[in-house]
Each structure stands twice: as structure tokens, then as C-alpha cells.
């Protein structure tokens, strides 16, 4: 078939090129080779060799590449391509990486990529030295079972979401009205929703600052945030055993007594494989808290591609990454992994998150993940501790800050 879709722009010059100066290259991958992502990736490294000659040497390496990649590259193994998260990739792994400003350019990358993630990479990495792939959003995620039995559809059957915290506290009751958990709540995630309350609040950077310097009890902003959760739990729109272990509470919505979820786009992927569901799934983006952020800012990620730096097969190792990450394999990957196209060109989204597609393209701006809680990691063992309290409903929001103060 025409797989011109997938070459560069500007045809296929550039993989015809550096076929000359590479016959392989090798690629340690993030995925291992069972995982619907794994199995895309070496069916397209597979078409990359028919149209290239470039053959594409994988080693699955699953999420250990986190901790092997470092010393791999120290000790000078032979490693073309690389991926891991997007801001890790961006961060902890930029020194190891070849600037791709060039390349990216030449393949007239900007034009199809989704603006948001290479403008993450280089606010990190000071330039662009990854692609981004498989991205995700995040925000509010609801069956629309439980809106149809609530009431919260109109007339057309299109569900009625919430866009300031009032409103959201207005679902919440509507849904427990109507026999359902409002909110699920697992423990993996306690940081995540508090950290989109404190940020919608004062934005992300405060959030930075009050997490490295402390002045937690001063911060009003901080004890509203947990006031808020003190008030969904005290309202009975959490579960009775909220923080659940992950992954009991999301489970709930795919079992059918609870109605939403604060989390990432994977997530209805997630409790389809792990609860067999067969729900229909709508999102919002995390409410406007009436404070610095809008409803607009999400915690936007992806994982990404990279070249290592010290390739000598720099620009095969480039055509493979555009190669995946765009045109056709790039839509492959959205609809096999239930997860967001990165070629904004590749407009047919899965299914399962094809109710994402409007509050995605309305996003302005990108959250890290935690929202900038992790920027001490000092703080993160007593906070989960703390956060898990207020989600029991056995602290105050007083007790939380005055605690949270005494960690300085």
C-alpha cells in the first residue's frame, strides 16, 4: 500500500539517505513485547525495514529502563533510540540526548505536532530533545450511565458537566441522589487530586514554592484545598473507605456503584481490562476553582522518543522515531492502546476516549504531574500520610496544614 503518509515531509528522502550509513539500529523500549503498545511498535519497526532497509533492533526493556538507561549509556552501549516519560526523558535524561531542532524542522514536525508537548520539552530540556508520543490529558472521567440515571443529560442525551467547583458539588449530589459514589478515590492518587485543587488555586509554581519552602498553615489557598476534600467525604460523596487501594476505588466505577474519577486518559482503558465493563465514557476538565488557573491547565503527558547522542546512526534513528510517532502508525497506536493520537493529522480517536477530544482541544496550558508537589521529595512520604487522613475524614483541614508545617 501508499505508506508515503508516514515518510517525512518532503517524501522519503531522509530514510533513503541514512539507509546508506546504517543497515540497523538499536532501540531499548519502555514496553515489553506483550503490551498492546509493544506489539504496535514492532509491527511498525518491522514496516520501517520493508520501506528502509533499516533493520530496527529491539530490546524490551519495560519500565526497568527507568533505572538501566543511565548506566547503559555511561558505560557507552551501543543504544540508538531510547524512550521513558516525556519529562523524564526531558529532565533526567536530556544531557544523553541528541538535539533533534534540526531534524524536526526538516521533517516539518510543528506542523502536525500537538503544541503543547514539544513546548513542555523544551521549557525542561532547553531544546527539543524528544518526541513525544501516546500523549494523555487528565481531568474528570464519568460513565454516562450513572449521568443518565442522575438526571445530568439534556435533551439531545449529551451530559450535563460541571465547569466551576459549585457546579461540581451540585453533580456530586445529584449522583448520590441517584445511589452512586460520586467521586472514587484511590490511595495512588491522593496527591494528584489534591494537587489539582491547590493549583487551580494558586497555580503551579505556588504550589512548587509552598512544597520546597513550607508556610503552609499562611496559605489560605492550601487549607481551602483541604477543606475541600474534609467536605466531599463529610457530604458522603466519597466511599465510606476512601483512599481505596488502588485499584479498588476506580473498580467501583466499572462495577457500577461509583460515577467518576480524577485521573489520566488512560484510566477508562484501565477499568474496561480490569472490571469488564461496557460503559460509555464522558470527561470534563478539572473544575475552575474561582482562583489563578483556569479550567484550561491539565496535566498533559507522554512518553517520548529520543536519540541517543552519541549515535552514529543519528538520522535513521530520527526517521524510525517520525516513523512511529506520526501518520499511519502513530493512528494505529491511538486506537489499539485506547490512548490520544500525537499527529494532529490522525483525526479518529478511539472510542473509549473519544468524549476527551473536546476538553483536550481546549487546553492551554500543562501541568507536571503532582501539579508541583514533587518538587520536594522530602515531603512526599508525609504527605501521602496526611492526604490519606483527610480522605478517611480523620483530620481537619487545620491539622493538615499545621502538620504539613511541622515537616520544615
Not at 271 to 277: F, G, L, M, P
Amino acid at each position: 500500500g501508499d505508506t508515503s503518509s508516514s515518510a517525512p515531509a518532503g517524501g522519503s528522502s531522509a530514510a533513503g539517505d541514512s539507509s546508506t550509513a546504517a543497515q540497523s539500529i538499536t532501540y531499548w523500549s519502555m514496553w515489553t513485547s506483550e503490551e498492546p503498545q509493544g506489539k504496535v511498535i514492532a509491527e511498525a519497526a518491522a514496516a520501517f525495514e520493508a520501506e528502509t532497509g533499516i533493520h530496527v533492533n529491539i530490546e524490551w526493556k519495560g519500565r526497568d529502563i527507568t533505572t538501566v538507561l543511565a548506566a547503559a549509556l555511561d558505560g557507552g552501549e551501543s543504544i540508538d533510540v531510547f524512550d521513558d516519560d516525556f519529562q523524564r526523558v526531558s529532565t533526567q535524561f536530556s544531557s544523553y540526548c541528541h538535539d533533534l531542532e534540526d531534524m524536526a524542522a526538516a521533517a516539518g514536525y510543528e506542523d502536525f505536532a500537538v503544541a503543547a508537548l514539544p513546548t513542555a520539552v523544551r521549557r525542561w530540556a532547553g531544546s527539543l530533545v524528544c518526541i513525544p508520543y501516546q500523549p494523555y490529558t487528565s481531568g474528570v472521567f464519568f460513565t454516562m450511565s450513572s449521568f443518565e440515571a442522575a438526571g445530568l443529560v439534556d435533551e439531545e442525551g449529551n451530559a450535563i458537566v460541571p465547569t466551576t467547583w459549585d457546579e461540581f458539588l451540585t453533580t456530586c449530589k445529584a449522583l448520590k441522589d441517584a445511589g452512586y459514589t460520586a467521586l472514587a478515590q484511590d490511595d495512588a492518587y491522593t496527591m494528584y487530586t489534591y494537587g489539582f485543587l491547590l493549583a487551580r488555586l494558586i497555580g503551579q509554581e505556588a504550589v512548587s514554592t509552598l512544597a520546597k519552602e513550607g508556610g503552609w498553615a499562611e496559605n489560605e489557598a492550601a487549607k481551602q484545598a483541604a477543606q475541600a476534600i474534609v467536605d466531599l467525604k463529610e457530604n458522603g460523596y466519597l466511599s465510606s473507605t476512601s483512599p481505596d487501594a488502588y485499584p479498588a476505588g476506580e473498580n467501583e466505577i466499572g462495577f457500577g456503584t461509583a460515577s467518576m474519577v480524577i485521573n489520566a486518559s488512560w484510566v477508562p482503558s484501565e477499568i474496561t481490562n480490569n472490571t469488564d465493563c461496557d460503559e460509555t465514557w464522558g470527561f470534563f476538565n478539572f473544575p475552575d476553582m474561582g482562583g489563578t488557573d483556569p479550567a484550561t491547565v491539565a496535566n498533559i503527558g507522554a512518553q517520548a522518543m529520543a536519540v541517543n547522542k552519541n549515535s552514529a546512526n543519528a538520522q535513521a534513528a530520527f526517521d524510525f522515531i517520525m516513523f512511529i510517532t506520526s501518520g499511519e502508525w502513530d493512528q494505529t497506536m491511538a486506537l489499539e492502546t485506547s490512548s490520544i493520537p500525537a499527529d494532529t493529522r490522525n483525526t479518529e480517536w478511539p472510542e473509549m476516549i473519544a468524549g476527551v477530544r473536546d476538553g483536550f482541544n481546549a487546553q492551554t496550558d500543562v501541568y507536571d504531574w503532582n501539579m508541583g508537589l514533587n518538587d520536594n521529595a522530602d515531603i512526599k512520604e508525609s504527605l501521602t500520610a496526611y492526604l490519606a487522613q483527610l480522605f478517611e475524614g480523620t483530620m481537619t483541614a487545620q491539622e493538615f496544614v499545621d502538620s504539613m508545617d511541622a515537616l520544615y
